[in-house]
């Protein structure tokens, strides 16, 4: 199985997208000097050319500085809602894992009833209990995949616990709590870090369709989601306003995809040795 880029395009092609990607999060005055809301009256609803490189939309502001300075609110939901998922999942599959019979049957009719109700759904309810925002959207995104972690660590605990290594440390007179955090958790989360890279793709794509609706960042911030939602009225005779938002989640998430797909692949391989 191959661990490295060689031979394979797409996962270099991905690589070199998450770089840029990260670079236009981090520093975005790298790409553009120009703010996202620097708007411009007069110059509303430009086709792309020399003077916006991807046009304007109707208030005159630069689709080109907005589509690099979004990109950090548009990942920062994707990998916030997938981190924290990762971290409740993990706490509770440790839970039902090593909480005991009783621990274990309670905590498998909580996630049977999460992942019984469609994930759209759930995360509606979240936002119009605790209303919209980035911080209510992404718990809410981070409750739809938490049943899915959950589930795995838990496979992964009972699988790890019986091994030589935690056997010898328990021997050695390591205490169950020094078991678990030192020798069960990181083995178990380990090989779903990859996975998570993945799943970040899927939180950028839903998080920007619920961005679309309005539930997500709110006016006037620069978000790929929030973009389209605001191209809606004028898409037929500015096809720009939605296309280039469009691409930019587009490109996130198969470079996303790529990459998580070959840091699984390195796993399984190693896993496999």
């Known amino acids: 199985m191959a661990t490295t880029t060689r031979g394979r395009p797409g996962v270099a092609l991905g690589i070199a997208a998450c770089t840029v990607l990260l670079l236009a999060v981090l520093a975005p005055g790298v ?110 995104l981070a409750l739809v995949t938490l049943p899915g972690y959950a589930r795995l660590v838990r496979a992964e605990v009972l699988r790890i616990r019986g091994s030589q290594f935690v056997e ?32 970040v793709g899927g939180m950028i794509v839903t998080g920007s369709a619920l961005s679309f609706l309005g539930l997500g960042p709110q006016p006037p911030t620069a978000e790929w989601g929030a973009m389209l939602a605001d191209s809606g009225d004028y898409a037929e005779v500015a096809w720009w306003t939605a296309v280039f938002p469009g691409a930019a989640i587009t490109v996130a998430v198969l470079a996303l995809s790529a990459v998580g797909q070959w840091l699984q692949d390195r796993a399984e391989g190693r896993a496999a040795r």
Do not use: K
């Open 168 to 199: 010898a440390a328990t021997v050695l007179g390591w205490s169950r709590f020094q078991v678990v955090v030192r020798h069960i958790v990181p083995n178990a989360v380990g090989p779903l870090l990859a996975l998570a890279t993945v799943g």
């Open 31 to 140: 790409f553009t000097g120009t703010g996202p809301d620097a708007a411009d009256p007069v110059n509303t609803l430009l086709p792309p050319g020399a003077g916006h490189w991807l046009g304007t939309d109707e208030n005159g502001r630069d689709i080109y500085a907005r589509v690099v300075h979004g990109a950090r609110p548009s990942l920062l939901i994707g990998v916030s809602a997938s981190v924290l998922a990762l971290a409740a999942g993990t706490v509770t599959g440790v839970f039902a894992a090593q909480g005991g019979r009783a621990a274990d049957r309670l905590v498998g009719r909580l996630l049977d009833v999460m992942m019984s109700v469609p994930g759209v759904l759930l995360v509606l309810l979240v936002v119009a209990v605790l209303g919209t925002g980035t911080g209510n959207l992404v718990t809410g």
